[in-house]
């Protein structure tokens, strides 16, 4: 009974911002780590960013180190992606993604919820 939905998603210029969100239904959201996955017309789904349950352990994929920020408000079931310096190979749909676990994962199999995902489009 778990369901996520992401949204913030949209139609930027390249160079602008983007954050998206995720609001997460069920009971001990903090118990779970989060992850952002993305998927673009022709590839296959690739990792975006992880967190762990309490936000101690974040990662990124190399292609958006320095420019996304993963960070989540366990309160308000929420986790959330900053997305700055969009470029046009960010254009995809994003998904969020509820781990097994605690931990901060990277690969797809180690989650178990997913939402519907949001649409980034960057324009050059």
């Known amino acids: 009974q778990v369901q996520l939905v992401e949204s913030g998603g949209g139609l930027v210029q390249a160079g602008y911002s983007l954050k998206l969100s995720c609001a997460a239904s069920?009971?001990?959201?903090?118990?779970?780590?989060m992850g952002w996955f993305r998927q673009a017309p022709g590839k296959e789904r690739e990792f975006v960013a992880g967190?762990?349950?309490?936000?101690?352990?974040?990662k990124y994929a190399d292609s958006v180190k320095g420019r996304f920020t993963v960070s989540r408000d366990n309160a308000k079931n929420t986790v959330y992606l900053q997305m700055n310096s969009l470029k046009p190979e960010d254009t995809a749909v994003y998904y969020c993604?509820?781990?097994?676990?605690?931990?901060?994962?990277?690969?797809?199999?180690?989650?178990?919820?997913w939402g519907q995902g949001t649409q980034v489009t960057v324009s050059s």
């Open positions: 993604a509820r781990s097994r676990t605690a931990g901060s994962y990277i690969e797809s199999s180690a989650f178990d919820y």
């Open positions: 069920g009971r001990a959201f903090g118990v779970y780590g």
């Open positions: 967190i762990s349950q309490n936000g101690a352990v974040i």
